[in-house]
């Protein structure tokens, strides 16, 4: 529309300045004054346009093709950009909801690792407990060890403790033995039965671990179970003057068959296992 606004602009122009009608009176050589313009400028002015008319007929068809294309171009590119903006859309939505599974991932990643990490401490804690444990188990039996063995000195080939202010029955020396960690003690052979005579009181009867309470005439020791590895009886001895003689002490370099039930001093060993 716009190009044939145009053509008839100038095709216009063009007749002013180039033609002029019959009966025009020439003015200076400019223009002409027309006598009867009506029937003078009809037949001129459409002999004039009609080469420019048949040129807008021949081609008007051509130019609404042209609008008509262009309709359709615009059209189709609208269309085409619908279709950008639909895909620009699930792309966002895709990018969306990827950026949202990977963060999922890696939080429950994240997660998975620090229960196993948690787990794995757990465990290793568990194990540094048992360990601490272990240790503060050991470090009272061995401080209960040092406070036994301050008890305890060596006689003989051994460590024994004298006891020489508190007197008990068999049964009661063998229980103050046991609470400090030991027993009565066994004698096992003469050169140590003789260094231990040299550190008892003469006069002084002393209890050792050593009965027939189970079997008469059978010397067990408390210590072993077994039968007493030495004995070193007094001249006469076992005598049995009653019932309730069944239980050994010392007295000046000697055994002899004594009371159970009687309070006397006592000899105690430690458990194998202190030393």
């Known amino acids: 529309m716009f190009q044939l606004k145009t053509l008839l602009y100038y095709a216009t122009i063009a007749i002013v300045i180039k033609a002029s009608p019959p009966g025009c009176e020439e003015i200076d050589g400019l223009d002409c004054r027309l ?6 400028c009809g ?4 002999s004039a346009l009609m080469p420019l008319i048949d040129h807008i007929a021949e081609h008007q068809e051509q130019w609404k093709t042209c609008n008509l294309d262009h309709n359709l171009t615009k059209a189709k590119f609208q269309e085409i950009q619908g ?12 990018n969306t909801s990827l950026t949202d599974s990977w963060k999922k991932i890696i939080a429950e990643d994240i997660e998975n690792k620090i229960n196993g990490l948690e787990l794995k401490m757990e465990g290793q804690l ?9 240790i503060k188990t050991s470090l009272m039996n061995i401080s209960s060890q040092i406070s036994i063995l301050k008890r305890f000195k060596r006689i003989g080939s051994r460590y024994l403790h004298i006891e020489e202010t508190d007197e008990r029955s068999w049964t009661g020396a063998l229980s103050a033995c046991q609470e400090m960690g030991g027993n009565l003690t066994s004698i096992i ?10 550190q008892l009181t003469k006069g002084v ?18 210590s072993s179970g077994k039968r007493a590895p030495f004995l070193k009886w007094k001249p006469g001895e076992p005598v049995y003057d009653n019932t309730g003689q069944h239980c050994i002490n010392v007295h ?24």
């Open 83 to 94: 279709h950008q903006r639909d895909i620009q859309k699930q792309i966002e939505s895709q």
């Open 126 to 134: 568990s194990v540094l407990h048992k360990e601490l444990s272990s």
């Open 35 to 40: 006598q009867d313009p009506p029937n003078q």
């Open 43 to 46: 037949a001129l002015c459409l």
């Open 252 to 275: 000046n370099g000697g055994m002899w068959v004594d009371s159970c039930t009687h309070n006397m001093k006592y000899i105690c060993e430690p458990n194998k296992n202190i030393f």
């Open 189 to 198: 052979n003469e050169k140590d039965f003789s260094a231990i005579v040299s």
């Open 205 to 222: 009867k002393y209890r050792v671990g050593i009965s027939d309470r189970a079997k008469k005439g059978e010397f067990i020791s408390v």
